[in-house]
């Protein structure tokens, strides 16, 4: 059975710096792409950016570019997302996904990692 | 980058059909894929490659794809279809593109 299993809630100040986890298991976690994915309070879905487990090919889109960074552990089957100063705009629902390696789209989802920043 | 343009929200009476609608330039071109969100979980896909389902999902649910406009169709709404659908496509630069996403409301 394929598993994305997210880390818990979080609530950070502003400049702190955050990573979060996308756990996986029950598929060959080199064989497809990772997404995460944000959705802001009351808002639709956003892709932040993508990464390819076996090189670690990470691809961000436009917008979040350069304000947060993608990688995985490949002895843990693992894909992160992290910050390193978060700002009160970053406060949202993350979500991990993996890529169908045919079709592209989003065929398993994670349960999803809220993060809150606030002083 | 590229835009894809969903109505906000659909209201429909059970057992009818329920159409939403996904806009984009040449969205034919493309594949589109739909996702079901219902409050406080994580999107379901529901249509892949515009009109196939993964296993699971009923085969009220249904998509098609040409020209401008992208649409899934749900036949026989139930109660439990009340959510919010959202569109997607793979773009080079933007990755991943969704719509804003709809939210369906059964009467």
């Known amino acids: 059975e394929v598993r994305l299993v997210q880390s818990g809630a979080e609530v950070k100040k502003p400049g702190d710096s955050l990573r979060i986890s996308c756990k996986t298991s029950?598929?060959?976690?080199?064989?497809?792409?990772i997404a995460w994915v944000r959705q802001l309070p009351g808002r639709g879905l956003e892709c932040v950016g993508i990464i390819y487990p076996a090189d670690s090919d990470a691809r961000y889109s436009p917008s979040f570019q350069g304000q947060v960074t993608i990688s995985v552990d490949r002895s843990v089957k693992t894909a992160y997302l992290q910050w390193s100063s978060l700002k009160a705009s970053d406060t949202a629902m993350y979500y991990c996904?993996?890529?169908?390696?045919?079709?592209?789209?989003?065929?398993?989802w994670g349960q999803g990692t809220q993060v809150t920043v606030s002083s | 980058s590229y835009v894809l343009t969903q109505p906000p929200s659909v209201s429909v009476a059970p057992g009818r059909t329920a159409t939403i609608t996904c806009g984009g330039n040449n969205i034919g071109d493309k594949s589109v894929h739909w996702y079901q969100q219902k409050p406080g979980q994580a999107p379901v896909l529901l249509i892949y490659?515009?009109?196939d389902r993964p296993s699971g999902i009923p085969d009220r649910f249904s998509g098609s794809n040409s020209g401008n406009t992208a649409t899934l169709t749900i036949s026989r709404v139930e109660a439990g279809d009340e959510a919010d659908y959202s569109c997607?496509?793979?773009?080079?630069?933007?990755?991943?593109?969704f719509g804003g996403g709809t939210r369906l409301t059964v009467l």
């Open positions: 490659y515009d009109s």
């Open positions: 029950g598929y060959t976690f080199t064989d497809t792409w």
């Open positions: 997607q496509v793979w773009d080079r630069n933007d990755l991943w593109v």
């Open positions: 996904a993996r890529r169908h390696s045919s079709h592209e789209a989003g065929d398993f």
